[in-house]
């Protein structure tokens, strides 16, 4: 009976309790078994000796309900001119012509991440599901061939010379072709980096680019997801209240945060004066709160659910504008970085059923030879061809200032219905293999779902 | 060099003439000839006049069924957005006029299209400006068309045609049939080739034209051949029975054809969808794309399913016709672009009647059209199953023996 004691609660849970709709009422029968189920419970816990890491203090992602402070940053020491805009790249120059071939930079970039991808990320992927969290060596890796810098300008120590949505999609879908959950980690802080350079004012980048850019790079986190059914990401319920002196109060939940456990600095999405707008928070703010929010997938990205509890922000704190545009930038620029994590996971689904179906015989002769495996084969490969137009085309017009809108938004929609599918069609590929752990696609299965549910977390 | 999937600029006014045409000579008279199926849409002769006024200027940047032809012209620096494009491009305007309409246009036959993919230099001139239907369908075998029964016999200078082909699109107007035909069935595919027969050559009658569900602007004819004469020159291509190359030339064709069809299809359904958009808004829903389709009404959650799955059609389209425009092998980027069209293309007018409820059912607008005129291009030159086989084949590495 204790062992739900301990479990703080997370405040209204939308919908019932274990996953029943309120429409469901307990009779005689029903109270017994509950009663039962409750004293078989504890004694699991005491059988397999969990019961004094139940006691612990110790912080796990895997457990939800044990919510602790967040990890204090390294203190950003202040710098650069209030009031002072930052330094923005340039758009890309629109080009008028129809063009599938990447630049020579961005070929190497994807060349190096492909490689890495598949080397060290993919290796690691599995354990890291289980673990709800990146291992030091594959986030190590991915700092070594500076991916936060990617969308920093070079006069702030980063690697971009020009917008770099196109960029950071081909690198986006080149790790996640490795792994969905590891390439959100290691892509979370540069994301808030990325965030800093288009939106950053000269203090902001004065102030927290140094750190992405040096050898010692902070786990940070872009926070807009809320648990709400029917979340709409542009009327965040997360509330932004001026205090009158200078200060504004932060309010609310955010869920299914990545990297939040150890996340230095904060992205985080509230309502201000009516109108949603982005806010830095540093860890270790008083009234910051994070717990263990595991999900279906995308788990080694350790997802945390975020709680404010009048946590006070400087105004120079907002990010961006105030009158919501920045916002939406920054939701659509979210949506496409998801695009193209869907595109390569979609790959890596692509590539692993390809020799499975033509190994795996049945009836005398590989199932490949079937039509039925060989349509579904097919038709993964044109939707994922057409998830990967439509990413490609929304970035292009994103990384040259274009408005973009329309464009992320069917690709958005595509991904999510296509991409799902893919995942479905993976399992469904390898039969009774497809279910279990020892092959990956389940975990690309529970990747997959995530694409069209998720906001901010990463952006391009 | 930079990846850019937005239409071509080149291509923008070309695609825009191209507009204006069907919104002003096609939609005004797409009912009509809806209604009055084989009667002779007069109009497009001065169309055709007017587009081959724009060909011979330049104006046109070698859009059309010709346009598929390959440059083999030697290599120029960076990347090409050329005649495949245009092509694509302009027939997706058309289609968006009026599909049957376009497929009556003269000189946009598709045995126009096998000309300028398989003809030598010789013939392309000897048959410019002649508007050639293709005749491959029999009334056994339309997708296994290597099992074509119709004969061509070596006869001194002449080749002796007899057999029946079935759904020939403009096989009536035409000015010319480019038919399939096999030199010795015994030796297989590698025998077929085909043959430009002009019409009026003793021995090939119209037998008779189909009443259809869709296009019915369009002819659609049934050609008997017995004893029909042609000169051995009318031979497309080369004479030679060459079973390792085999079908390959003739299938050529199709490479080249697959990205037009799934632009046909393409125009076809965004006109549904322009139309739809509207009559939704009147009916008070904005499609917004910001907010997630979840949040939305479901009708306006439908159509931005629908506009993506438009979107990756359009693009998949264009990029078969930038790979042939940059000679790259196409083969599989053309049956993805034709297998996707074909089937959003249909989805997409018919879920746009069910939208449109009776306004979309009845024939006062010409919604309950595109939906029947979408049909065929998921079915005719190469149906949804046989792109999804040549698919599996390419993205599996299986051969037709093991894949069948």
């Known amino acids: ?460 | 060099m930079a990846i850019n999937l937005d239409d071509p600029k080149k291509f923008r006014p070309l695609a825009g003439q191209a507009h204006q045409v069907a919104m002003n000579m096609l939609r005004p008279i797409s009912r009509k000839y809806d209604r009055a199926e084989h009667e002779y849409p007069k109009e497009l002769d001065m169309l055709a006049a007017m587009i081959d006024g724009l060909s011979e200027s330049g104006a046109s940047e070698g859009a059309g069924a010709a346009g598929v032809r390959r440059d083999d012209k030697g290599d120029d620096a960076g990347v090409r957005n050329g005649t495949n494009l245009a092509s694509v491009m302009s027939i997706q305007e058309m289609c968006w006029g009026d599909v049957g309409l376009l497929l009556s246009m003269p000189r946009q036959g598709l045995g126009n299209s096998a000309i300028a993919s398989v003809a030598n230099d010789e013939q392309l001139a000897r048959f410019e400006g002649v508007w050639a239907g293709m005749a491959i369908t029999e009334p056994g075998t339309g997708s296994d068309s290597a099992n074509i029964k119709t004969t061509a016999t070596l006869d001194g200078d002449e080749y002796v045609l007899n057999g029946e082909k079935i759904y020939v699109t403009s096989g009536d107007r035409c000015d010319a049939v480019v038919v399939w035909a096999t030199l010795d069935r015994s030796l297989g595919r590698a025998a077929i080739k085909s043959f430009v027969v002009p019409k009026g050559t003793p021995g090939m009658r119209v037998d008779r034209l189909e009443h259809k569900l869709g296009i019915k602007a369009s002819d659609t004819a049934t050609i008997i051949f017995e004893d029909c004469r042609v000169p051995k020159e009318n031979l497309l291509g080369s004479p030679e029975v060459d079973v390792k190359q085999g079908f390959a030339g003739a299938m050529a064709t199709f490479d080249n054809t697959r990205p037009l069809v799934a632009a046909m299809a393409v125009g076809c359904a965004k006109a549904a969808l322009d139309l739809t958009r509207e009559l939704l808004e009147g009916a008070g829903v904005v499609i917004d794309y910001d907010r997630p389709a979840i949040s939305q009404s479901a009708a306006a959650a439908k159509f931005l399913q629908m506009e993506a799955d438009w979107e990756a059609a359009h693009l998949l389209m264009l990029q078969a016709a930038w790979m042939a425009d940059n000679r790259k092998p196409n083969s599989l980027e053309a049956s993805m672009a034709k297998a996707k069209a074909g089937r959003v293309g249909s989805d997409i007018t018919l879920s746009c009647v069910e939208l449109a409820g009776s306004v979309g059912y009845s024939e006062t607008e010409l919604l309950e059209k595109w939906a029947r005129d979408s049909k065929i291009l998921d079915i005719f030159e190469g149906t949804q199953q046989i792109q999804q086989l040549i698919v599996a084949r390419r993205v599996l590495g299986l051969s037709s023996t093991e894949l069948k």
Request: proline letters at 5%; aromatic letters at 4%; glycine letters at 10%.
């Open chain 1, 1 to 460: 009976m204790s062992l739900t004691k301990s479990f703080k609660s997370t405040g209204p849970r939308p919908g019932g309790k274990h996953g029943l709709s309120s429409q469901e009422s307990r009779d005689p029968i029903g109270f017994a078994v509950a009663a039962l189920s409750r004293v078989a419970q504890s004694d699991l816990i005491d059988r397999l000796g969990l019961r004094k890491q139940a006691e612990q203090a110790v912080f796990t992602v895997t457990r939800s309900g044990f919510r602790t402070m967040t990890t204090a940053s390294r203190g950003f020491a202040k710098a650069g001119k209030r009031g002072k805009p930052g330094v923005r790249v340039p758009a890309a120059a629109p080009k008028g012509v129809f063009d599938l071939t990447p630049t020579e930079d961005e070929q190497m970039l994807v060349d190096v991440v492909t490689e890495l991808a598949e080397e060290v990320v993919r290796p690691a992927a599995a354990e890291a599901d289980e673990a709800c969290a990146a291992p030091e060596t594959v986030l190590k890796a991915t700092l070594e061939i500076g991916l936060p810098g990617l969308g920093v300008p070079e006069a702030l120590g980063g690697i971009s010379e020009e917008r770099s949505a196109m960029a950071g999609t081909l690198v986006a879908e080149a790790l996640a072709r490795g792994d969905m959950g590891l390439a959100v980690s290691a892509l979370a802080p540069g994301s808030v980096a990325t965030a800093l350079a288009l939106w950053g004012t000269d203090e902001q980048q004065q102030t927290y680019l140094p750190a992405f850019t040096g050898a010692d790079v902070p786990a940070a986190a872009l926070a807009l997801n809320e648990p709400t059914v029917l979340f709409d990401v542009l009327s965040p319920s997360t509330t932004a209240t001026r205090s009158g002196d200078g200060h504004v109060v932060l309010q609310g939940v955010k869920s299914l945060v990545a990297r939040g456990s150890d996340a230095e600095l904060f992205v985080v999405g509230a309502e201000l004066d009516g109108k949603p707008v982005l806010f830095l928070v540093e860890g270790g703010a008083p009234g910051l709160e994070v717990e263990g929010d595991p999900g279906m997938g995308v788990r080694a990205a350790g997802l945390t659910r975020l709680t404010l509890n009048d946590v006070r922000v400087p105004e120079s704190a907002v990010l961006g504008a105030v009158d919501g545009t920045t916002y939406a930038e920054c939701v659509r620029l979210s949506r496409l970085a998801w695009c193209a994590l869907a595109v390569g996971t979609g790959q890596a689904v692509l590539d692993y059923v390809t020799p499975y179906v033509k190994e795996r015989e049945a009836f005398g002769e590989p199932i490949a030879h079937r039509q039925s495996v060989a349509f579904m084969v097919a038709n993964i490969a044109i939707e994922l061809q057409s998830m990967r137009l439509l990413t490609y085309k929304a970035a292009a017009r994103a990384a040259a200032g274009k408005d973009f809108a329309r464009e992320v938004a069917l690709a958005r929609k595509l991904c999510a219905d296509k991409g799902m599918q893919i995942g479905l069609d993976g399992v469904q590929l390898l039969g009774g293999h497809g279910f279990v752990k020892e092959h990956p696609v389940e975990r690309w299965y529970r990747d997959l779902r995530a694409i069209g549910i998720m906001e901010g977390t990463v952006l391009v």
